[in-house]
């Protein structure tokens, strides 16, 4: 995993792009939902770019939890909250071979289900809401996912930023733009957005970011953050968008 984390940082740092963006920073403040006419034009110039370059630095942009259907990737996503993709990966790859659909869930001794989702931490809560997610699945959708983010929004536990992961990545549906904590961070540094609201952000990504953009774009966004712009120290002598980023909060 250690080794797939350079790989992608690398792919995204240390290019000629890079070392021109370093010379060529924008000195101007964000502007989204609140921008003019005129400037919401530039903005949008300058998403083209970003979304340009992030789509060659992450070509294959994906979440990193495993999965091979849209359960799977619900259930891991959940099972993610507070830990990382590499021990979720590690607890569902037998996770995955015992539950095979909603209903197998729906089923499972809870304390057994707590048993084999510890490590993942908060075991009790997760098994709890994997519980109650899969019954709702069952007897309201049939115990398939459902390929809306109204009817996805509606299970427990299912938020915009769960539900827009797995119809994005899962199903190829662009219902919104991910918002985790790396989007949340890197879109207010690019001047994307002003807010702090992950639902708020997302409208203002939406308005800036073309539909058929959205999925790639919110994952692009939140491997960007996980490797270059990260949270303590980001990497803008080495960051392929540094050019086209105001650089907003950063020291
Ligand atoms: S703040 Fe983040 S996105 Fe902007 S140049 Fe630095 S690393 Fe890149």
């Not at 057994?112 to 069952?138: D, H, S």
């Amino acid at each position: 995993m250690a080794k797939k984390r350079s790989t992608r940082a690398g792919r995204a740092t240390g290019t000629k792009t890079a070392a021109r963006a370093q010379k060529r920073a924008p000195r101007q403040q964000p502007q989204a939902a609140t921008a003019s006419a005129e400037e919401l034009k530039e903005l949008k110039k300058r998403v083209r770019t970003i979304i340009r370059r992030l789509k060659k630095a992450y070509p294959d942009a994906r979440p990193e939890l495993r999965f091979s259907n849209p359960l799977e990737l619900l259930v891991a996503t959940v099972l993610s909250a507070q830990c990382t993709d590499e021990r979720v990966n590690r607890v569902t790859e037998s996770l995955f071979k015992k539950y095979r659909s909603a209903e197998d869930y729906a089923k499972a001794d809870r304390k057994q289900l707590e048993e084999e989702i510890k490590p993942t931490g908060f075991y009790r809560r997760k098994a709890e809401l994997i519980q109650q997610m899969a019954r709702a699945l069952v007897e309201q959708f049939g115990g398939e996912v459902p390929r809306t983010i109204e009817e996805m929004t509606r299970l427990p536990g299912v938020g915009r930023k769960t539900a827009n992961v797995v119809l994005g990545a899962a199903m190829g549906v662009a219902s919104g733009i991910v918002v985790d904590t790396h989007v949340h961070r890197v879109a207010r540094r690019l001047g994307l957005t002003r807010q702090k609201d992950p639902d708020k952000i997302e409208q203002d990504l939406m308005q800036l970011v073309p539909r058929s953009e959205w999925i790639h774009f919110g994952m692009s966004l939140v491997l960007h953050g996980r490797y270059v712009c990260t949270a303590r120290k980001p990497k803008c002598d080495q960051c392929i968008l540094s050019d086209v980023c105001p650089k907003v909060g950063v020291k």
